[in-house]
């Protein structure tokens, strides 16, 4: 069973950086970030594939966003800078045991494959 608790969340300035953490206690095939704001349908930010390392992130973030983990710390983070007012949302740590590549990594991942979740962090970019 696995359990998420993610912190680093706070309000910064356009411009600004953050990094977000997400201890686990097993670790999954995928672990990723996903987002919602008011309004929007949550999203997938960034997620990794665990077992080769291999990465996807959302179009809205690339170049600004970056995502890794310490295994030997049972650790994912979410590196954020040049934040944007348009970042401004509840950020969620999310796992999928057994999630393959192709749904994990190789496209834009749906929340709906991953069963275990953190109470989520919120980020306001001003």
């Known amino acids: 069973h696995v359990q998420l608790v993610e912190s680093g969340g706070g309000s910064v300035q356009a411009g600004g950086s953050l990094t977000l953490s997400c201890q686990y206690s097993v670790v999954s095939n995928c672990m990723g970030w996903f987002r919602q704001s008011p309004g929007k349908e949550r999203e997938g930010v960034a997620t990794?594939?665990?077992?080769?390392?291999?990465?996807y992130y959302a179009d809205s973030v690339k170049g600004r966003f970056t995502i890794s983990q310490d295994t030997a710390k049972n650790t994912l983070y979410l590196q954020m800078n040049s934040l944007k007012p348009e970042d401004t949302a509840m950020y969620y740590c999310?796992?999928?045991?057994?999630?393959?590549?192709?749904?994990?990594?190789?496209?834009?991942?749906?929340?709906?494959?991953?069963?275990?979740w953190g109470q989520g962090t919120q980020v306001t970019v001003s």
């Open positions: 999310a796992a999928a045991p057994l999630l393959p590549l192709t749904y994990c990594s190789g496209r834009s991942p749906w929340s709906g494959d991953f069963g275990y």
């Open positions: 990794i594939y665990t077992r080769s390392g291999g990465t």
